[in-house]
């Protein structure tokens, strides 16, 4: 990725710092891209005693999560504490008096996980990874927390999401929408950490606005909004937001304007060790 489009981390933590008050009255695609990611779960038999939600944000999916697995300790991990504050904010008071919550915070970065290796059986993640510095270095933390036979589940964002928004701020040579990786390469990054069986597939969510101004709003709400480290730093001038707006017109349908999200669903196994016919672990050696 261009080195212009690299989250600025300190930006993404302040984004979604200041919108851990607005998150859940905005986060309409995030619940339901949540929602479609947690049905999943249906096929997949798995019995975990630890899972880790990377990424947790206001504990939309933490919920569901501990219904579906009450016997597991849930870790809620995200970069912005206020986010964390909010997720914990969900648990009942009773559960917290009590120390029946089997919930706990950490405030990381996907890009570094604080958290030791080979003790989580679920990585858990929901629209988080398109924030990360370098992919595959995620893949490779989730590769090192992971124990054996655990499983790697999460939704990101591809190139085509905003992409009226890319067509319509194009021009003036700056960076003003984030730049998804596609899945074809998602899934290559997987296999080159070291996952097995990864599965991947994609599809295309329409949300509607009556104006520029409203989505844009709606991503500030969200912690959303251009966080690359080549983003203009200064504020969008009146006479370059009417600009975007009037492009931004040829996209309009039956009154609306669409924005279109290309939401990425992958899962993997981390492979159990290779044992040979006495049991003993089979280990690869290769010419140099």
Same mark, same amino acid.
């Given at each position: #990725?261009?080195?212009?489009?690299?989250?600025?981390?300190?930006?993404?933590?302040?984004?979604?710092?200041? !919108? !851990?008050?607005?998150?859940?009255? $905005?986060?309409?695609?995030?619940?339901?891209?949540?929602?479609?990611?947690?049905?999943?779960?249906?096929? =997949? +038999?798995?019995?975990?005693?630890?899972?880790?939600?990377?990424?947790?944000?206001?504990?939309?999916?933490?919920?569901?999560?501990?219904?579906?697995?009450?016997?597991?300790?849930?870790?809620?991990?995200?970069? $912005?504490? !206020?986010?964390?504050?909010?997720?914990?904010?969900?648990?009942?008071?009773?559960?917290?008096?009590?120390?029946?919550?089997?919930? =706990?915070?950490?405030?990381?970065?996907?890009?570094?996980?604080?958290?030791?290796?080979?003790?989580?059986? #679920?990585?858990?993640?929901?629209? $988080?990874?398109?924030?990360?510095?370098?992919?595959?270095?995620?893949?490779?933390?989730?590769?090192?927390?992971?124990?054996?036979?655990?499983?790697?589940?999460?939704?990101?964002?591809?190139?085509? *999401?905003? +992409?009226?928004?890319?067509?319509?701020?194009?021009?003036?040579?700056?960076?003003?929408?984030? %730049?998804?990786?596609?899945?074809?390469? =998602?899934?290559?990054?997987?296999?080159?950490?070291?996952?097995?069986?990864?599965?991947?597939? #994609?599809?295309?969510?329409?949300? *509607?606005?009556?104006?520029?101004? *409203?989505? #844009?709003?709606?991503?500030?709400?969200?912690?959303?909004?251009?966080? $690359?480290?080549?983003?203009? %730093?200064?504020?969008?001038?009146?006479?370059?937001?009417?600009?975007?707006?009037?492009?931004?017109?040829?996209?309009?349908?039956?009154? %609306?304007?669409?924005?279109?999200?290309?939401?990425?669903?992958?899962?993997?196994?981390?492979?159990? @060790?290779?044992?040979? @016919?006495?049991?003993?672990?089979?280990?690869?050696? +290769?010419?140099?």
């Amino acid at each position: #990725m261009n080195d212009a489009f690299v989250p600025d981390k300190r930006q993404v933590r302040r984004s979604f710092e200041r !919108a !851990a008050s607005t998150y859940d009255r $905005a986060a309409v695609l995030q619940r339901e891209v949540c929602t479609r990611a947690l049905e999943r779960l249906d096929l =997949v +038999k798995l019995d975990p005693a630890a899972i880790l939600d990377a990424g947790c944000g206001t504990g939309f999916a933490a919920r569901a999560l501990r219904e579906r697995y009450p016997r597991a300790t849930l870790v809620g991990l995200d970069i $912005a504490p !206020a986010m964390l504050h909010a997720s914990r904010s969900r648990i009942p008071g009773w559960k917290k008096w009590l120390g029946a919550s089997r919930q =706990v915070f950490v405030c990381g970065d996907n890009d570094r996980l604080p958290i030791r290796p080979e003790c989580v059986d #679920m990585l858990w993640s929901n629209l $988080a990874f398109q924030w990360a510095s370098d992919l595959s270095v995620v893949f490779a933390e989730c590769q090192r927390v992971l124990r054996p036979g655990g499983l790697l589940m999460f939704t990101t964002f591809g190139p085509d *999401t905003l +992409k009226e928004l890319r067509t319509a701020s194009a021009g003036d040579g700056k960076v003003h929408v984030n %730049r998804f990786i596609d899945m074809h390469d =998602v899934g290559d990054m997987m296999i080159g950490a070291g996952f097995a069986d990864p599965v991947m597939d #994609m599809e295309y969510l329409t949300l *509607t606005y009556a104006d520029v101004r *409203t989505l #844009m709003q709606e991503l500030k709400a969200i912690g959303a909004h251009n966080v $690359a480290s080549g983003r203009s %730093r200064g504020l969008t001038g009146k006479r370059a937001l009417q600009d975007i707006e009037q492009r931004y017109e040829k996209f309009r349908r039956d009154e %609306r304007l669409p924005a279109t999200f290309e939401v990425i669903y992958g899962h993997a196994w981390k492979p159990l @060790p290779r044992t040979g @016919p006495g049991g003993r672990p089979v280990i690869d050696i +290769k010419a140099r």
